[in-house]
């Protein structure tokens, strides 16, 4: 049956770097199906950990065996298309997804740092809405079911009845973050949330066969959405047509790139410590309020 699976494309990028427009561009595709972060579905292998760093260690038989089937039942349910899936967090479990899929084609994208922790700081203000409890519930097998109630009536005790400004923790969950949560500030954990996952991300991809990875900026598919998703279509062996590249650049909205500026000089600076080298390995200039 695993023989039917068609190699999947796997997004690699961190939460709030554009992972969902992208996803979206490339499901305009006839021959992807396209599969929004089956969160839960990764942590398979031991949903209880307190952090999202999973290895090649953790890809038994038995954990490799049932994502695997999780990926070919997605296929078949949507006319045997070859499955796009995006989850951020696997931004820290690389060498994990690769072992279960040896085959699977990767694309890698990377957002300016002041961008993602811009949104990333808003999100950690909200509570999941009732449509992604929903899109989790479906998504988590039934014995794993309890792991992700409690975090949800952990934050809705602390928005709801303590009034805290923050839930208890959203994105990728670095090994220390628990602790960082109690020493550093929100803005900072956020901007190391960015900075360990993005690193981790480009490391490990690093490690694959040359040809495996396709890596690109969310400036540059704002910039040029047309050559961008040309080389992804090329990338991921995917005939397309010129009507497919104007759907794609119709989509795009190069305006988002500047909701960071709301974020304050000295907010700014602060994380700084916490970004500057990942950044300039990434070719991210500072912005010249911060040189």
Not at 171 to 181: A, N, Q, T, V
Not at 269 to 276: G, H, M, N, Y
Request: aromatic residues 10%; charged residues 25%; contains cysteine.
């Amino acid at each position: 049956m695993d023989n039917n699976l068609k190699a999947p494309i796997i997004l690699i990028g961190n939460y709030r770097s554009g992972t969902s427009i992208t996803q979206n561009l490339i499901g305009l595709h006839p021959d992807i199906a396209a599969w929004y972060e089956p969160r839960t579905m990764w942590l398979y292998a031991d949903p209880g950990r307190g952090h999202d760093e999973f290895d090649e260690s953790d890809a038994t038989h038995p954990v490799t065996l049932y994502i695997r089937q999780r990926f070919l039942a997605y296929q078949m349910r949507h006319g045997n298309r070859r499955v796009m899936e995006k989850t951020p967090g696997n931004v820290l479990r690389v060498p994990y997804v690769r072992a279960i899929f040896p085959e699977a084609t990767f694309l890698h994208m990377t957002r300016n740092p002041f961008s993602v922790i811009s949104s990333m700081e808003s999100k950690w203000q909200r509570t999941k809405t009732l449509r992604g409890i929903r899109r989790s519930i479906s998504d988590t097998p039934t014995t794993q079911l309890p792991y992700y109630l409690r975090q949800f009536l952990q934050d809705m005790v602390r928005k709801k009845i303590l009034r805290r400004k923050y839930v208890s923790i959203y994105g990728p969950r670095y090994k220390g973050i628990e602790e960082d949560l109690r020493t550093m500030s929100r803005m900072r954990v956020v901007a190391r949330q960015w900075a360990i996952g993005n690193r981790k991300a480009r490391q490990d991809l690093a490690e694959l066969e040359p040809g495996r990875v396709l890596s690109f900026r969310y400036e540059q598919l704002m910039a040029a959405p047309r050559e961008t998703f040309r080389g992804i279509y090329d990338h991921c062996r995917l005939a397309f047509t010129p009507d497919m590249l104007d759907k794609a650049e119709q989509m795009v909205d190069p305006g988002r790139q500047d909701k960071w500026h709301r974020l304050e000089p000295a907010q700014l600076k602060a994380v700084l410590p916490e970004i500057e080298d990942e950044m300039r390995h990434c070719g991210y200039d500072l912005p010249l309020a911060l040189q």
